[in-house]
């Protein structure tokens, strides 16, 4: 079904994860729209982390619709991510820069701790997955081993980064979907990264070419996260109903809980 803009733009529903993306088609222009989605494109935009910020208007019912260029690209393969330093670059540019950091300061400076991340998926946790004695012990280890995290080193992070929200257009690398954007720690974004898209052997290189060390600190943070990510990933497949996605999520988290 689409819908019609102030009668110049038709948007037309893509199927993703929220609902609230669109085409968007004027004449021979097309654009990718996004409904309600964060404050901060405009910023991530002049960054160069996403893609151009064309407009943002205002609807009758008070949503918001954001419009940024519409790109000719492909998703990130899982093989690819690992591999590629310009993730790492991205990644690096959005943990470390002080403008993205100030304007989220303005909007919501609120701090996700991971103690706060493991309690909201906890919360309403579907019966079946409360009582699998795998992820029961896995919530174990993540309730004894809360990393310790400095509120004054918050980051500006992505909260998402899995291979189907990096784009790659032109030799060029974006980042896209920005609904889960938060001050917490980078290792955040790391761990999902590592955790998803390589063997922990590979970890340590990886931490030193972003630019951290490979303390057994460092490197016990990262895990934790890991282990976070893959549970969220879990979690949301079973609502879905995605079974079989969910069970090669648990058999990855097999794969780095035993590592």
């Not at 940024?68 to 310009?86: M, Y």
């Not at 991340?117 to 309403?124: A, F, R, T, V």
Request: hydrophobic share 40%; proline share 4%.
């Amino acid at each position: 079904m689409e819908i019609q803009l102030d009668h110049e733009w038709r948007m037309r529903p893509i199927k993703g994860d929220t609902g609230k993306a669109y085409v968007g088609l004027r004449e021979k222009e097309k654009v990718f729209i996004k409904r309600n989605t964060t404050p901060m494109l405009a910023a991530l935009s002049r960054e160069g982390i996403t893609p151009k910020l064309i407009w943002t208007k205002r609807t009758g019912n008070g949503d918001t619709l954001t419009a940024q260029e519409w790109l000719e690209g492909h998703i990130l393969d899982p093989e690819e991510i690992g591999q590629r330093n310009d993730v790492m670059d991205v990644l690096y540019q959005l943990h470390h820069s002080k403008s993205l950091k100030q304007m989220l300061e303005r909007i919501d400076d609120r701090v996700v701790t991971p103690k706060m991340m493991l309690k909201k998926y906890e919360e309403d946790l579907p019966p079946a997955l409360l009582q699998n004695r795998f992820l029961k012990l896995v919530v174990d280890y993540l309730r004894k081993n809360i990393p310790a995290f400095d509120q004054e080193k918050k980051a500006v992070v992505h909260g998402d980064v899995n291979c189907r929200n990096w784009l790659v257009c032109q030799h060029y690398l974006y980042l896209v979907d920005w609904d889960s954007i938060m001050f917490a720690d980078p290792a955040v974004d790391i761990g999902t990264i590592l955790g998803h898209y390589l063997p922990i052997s590979s970890w340590s290189h990886w931490l030193i070419s972003y630019g951290v060390q490979a303390t057994s600190d460092n490197l016990d943070r990262v895990y934790w996260y890991a282990l976070m990510s893959i549970l969220q990933e879990i979690k949301k497949y079973y609502l879905r109903g995605e079974f079989k996605t969910m069970n090669e999520e648990i058999l990855q988290l097999k794969r780095v809980f035993s590592g």
